[in-house]
């Protein structure tokens, strides 16, 4: 009871201090003095109050915009998703879209300096993204559905905001597609090429280090064992992620479009020597250390040779800014 009396005078204390205030503002508002003190305010020209309209107007078309592409992408996404959390050799998507909104980020003064400049031609944007999706859908094509996201964003970048804004966003939005994995169709099109090459050049090299070697297709028979090139050795992987390094390397090394196509254009044999450079010490060790190859070595050298990627892109990373300055 002492607990609910305690309240109550509070409250009563409460009201009785807002009553003593409102009765000193409208006291002070009756006076000529006090209306010269504190002017009336026109609240018809308030930035805020001027504003509010349109900033509900825009919260309105946002919060629309926003519930359609969840309408349509929300099982798109969590498929993405999924795939990212799942797939070894697409978990580097968990990090693009972040890494996206960094960028776009870094250039918020020039973004900002640029006067919005909404034009219809970004519908074409999004009817081609729409139609994307729709074939995607139809034909159960799991890349189409996801690249059309990218494309209906910049779609609505351009609508809304403008095309230059789009064209200084290009390099995020470029990014956002390599989060998507590549078809079923396309990566395996690709990893049975590349698991034989590796195969073949890693006998060769395997050979040339005094190893007895015999490779028949993708499997590399040593004296005492065989060892298999699977689809996860075909340097896919590596290749991905150093396209990807080379992609952003290129834009915060070089300034020249044909630098930065020339870097990534070159990540793609590095790619593929770095993986044979894998797959020739894994044989090589297990000629003389099977146990140090299917244990220590083939869970580190995943790492080892993409760092020795890494490095070697960012030497020439660094050769073509230099020849960029030359020139």
Known sequence: MEFFRSCAA?????????????????????????????????????PRLRLWPLSASLIVKVGLIVGLLATLYLKVLYDLG????T?????????????????AWLQRETLMAEPAAPTAKGLWFTGVGCAVFLVGELGAEFFLTRLSLVIILAGLIATFWGIPQL????FPMLLLVTMIPLPALVWNALATPLQLFASDMAANLAQWLGVAVYRDGNIIHLAGLSLGVAEACSGLHSLSALTIAALLLGFLQCSSIWMR??????????????NVVRVTGTA???????AIAFGFYHFFS???????????????ARVLHHFEKGA
């Open 284 to 290: 090589v060790l297990a000629d003389h250390w099977e």
């Open 10 to 46: 509070y409250i009563i204390g409460g009201a009785c201090r807002l009553r003593n205030v409102a009765t000193h503002v409208l006291e002070q508002k009756a006076s000529p003095m006090g209306s010269a003190l504190h002017p009336e305010v026109d609240t018809s020209q308030s």
């Open 261 to 274: 196509i020339t870097l990534v254009v070159l990540a793609i044999p590095l790619a593929v020597a770095v």
């Open 87 to 103: 797939d070894p050799s697409a978990s580097h998507g968990l990090l693009i879209p972040p890494l996206a909104v960094y960028l």
């Open 82 to 85: 999924y795939t990212w959390w």
């Open 167 to 170: 064209k200084k966003l290009t």
């Open 302 to 316: 995943g790492w080892l040779v993409f760092l020795m990627g890494l490095t070697a892109l960012w030497l020439i």
